[in-house]
């Protein structure tokens, strides 16, 4: 690959998963290039690796569309996500670190706060800081090809529809988790930590409902 097709297949997913794009919505290659600063050509290319990746969809009269998740999409992936990332916190039981949990810690205080605010980007913040709690969980158990394959099924779209979706005892409900997982964590219980996790990530799928 290219690099300017780098460049535009970078640009374009981040774009995709930081919600930028509303499902359905089509991806002009002209519009996309002049906002990458490229030619149309490597925003083919990258339109083509991100179809195959499932980040776009691509129809023969419309071209490439954001995709709208269907139920049989979130089934997928939730399914995905509890299996794999309930594994990953089985192994970051036993190889986390001391500095790691107090960073868990931290991430848990700073979405609790949120949580108890009245902030209208509340969900969007609880959000990162979510995403960063499961990310050094996943660092946490020292397996790249984990993280590839997570990496690859994990859609941020869905994760922050997710948080602006929890109503008040969903929200606790969530924060509860994250408290469990620290003191699975700390225990190095392995059964308990995936355990959790696992509730964790089908709760969170059982809040979406139907798309």
């Not at 691509?58 to 089934?75: F, H, K, Y």
């Not at 969903?170 to 700390?186: P, V």
């Not at 696992?198 to 798309?211: E, K, N, S, V, Y």
Request: hydrophobic share 40%; aromatic share 6%.
């Amino acid at each position: 690959m290219g690099r300017a097709t780098q460049s535009a297949y970078e640009s374009i997913k981040t774009r995709i998963l930081g919600g930028a794009y509303e499902p359905g919505k089509k991806l002009s290659e002209e519009d996309l290039a002049a906002a990458v600063g490229v030619s149309r050509t490597p925003v083919r290319e990258a339109l083509r690796r991100l179809h195959a990746e499932g980040l776009v969809d691509w129809e023969a009269n419309r071209g490439a569309t954001v995709p709208a998740w269907r139920e049989q999409d979130l089934e997928e992936i939730f399914e995905l996500r509890a299996l794999l990332e309930g594994y990953g916190a089985e192994l970051a039981a036993t190889r986390i670190t001391p500095e790691e949990i107090a960073r868990l810690r931290e991430l848990c205080a700073e979405m609790e706060g949120y949580a108890a605010g009245q902030r209208r980007d509340r969900a969007d913040r609880i959000a990162v800081c979510n995403a960063q709690f499961h990310e050094i969980i996943l660092g946490a158990g020292r397996n790249r090809r984990l993280s590839a394959l997570l990496g690859a099924v994990v859609q941020t779209p869905l994760v922050n529809r997710t948080f602006r979706r929890y109503d008040e005892a969903a929200m606790a409900r969530s924060m509860s988790h994250h408290r469990e997982l620290i003191d699975a964590f700390e225990a190095r219980d392995r059964a308990w930590a995936g355990s959790v996790m696992r509730a964790h990530i089908l709760a969170a799928r059982a809040t979406l409902g139907t798309p």
